[in-house]
């Protein structure tokens, strides 16, 4: 009788034999180790999400909300509406490069009430809170 079981070549065949299974084990063991080590190379940027505007108007009425740029361009973000907070997405071509200082203008609907206004240095991602106060 020989000392191999189930049909495989024993140990001078090598199929079946404990030390493929100890192989495969560490093999399986160290697989995730492989997996969840991935480097960015060094072309590879991490890309942060928008920036965002998020503006709470404790006021009455509505306001247009803008951004200005450094070199003069005024964009429109969207409205606050009266007694409420809206988050506006600040477009991806203003930011793009890293800081921008960047000017905030919440203009009343209608221009009964004052402008609010804000200078702010702006990156990737950030998220930047204006609050209109009642007056």
């Known amino acids: ?79 606050a509406t009266g007694h409420s907070t809206a988050t506006m997405e600040i477009p991806r071509s203003v930011v793009d490069g890293g800081s921008a200082h960047l000017h905030f203008l919440a203009d009343p609907v209608g221009g009964r009430a004052a402008e609010v206004g804000e200078d702010v240095v702006v990156n990737p991602g950030d998220q930047i809170q204006l609050t209109i106060a009642p007056y």
Do not use: K
């Open 1 to 79: 009788m020989s000392g191999s079981r189930g049909g495989g070549a024993g140990r001078d065949g090598g199929t079946g034999g404990r030390g493929s299974m100890t192989w495969l084990a560490m093999a399986l063991v160290g697989l995730p180790l492989v997996v969840g080590c991935r480097r960015h190379g060094p072309n590879e940027e991490i890309v942060a999400g928008p920036a965002t505007l998020t503006v709470e108007n404790q006021n009455f009425p509505d306001y247009d909300v803008y951004v200005i740029t450094e070199a003069g361009q005024r964009l429109r973000l969207g409205i």
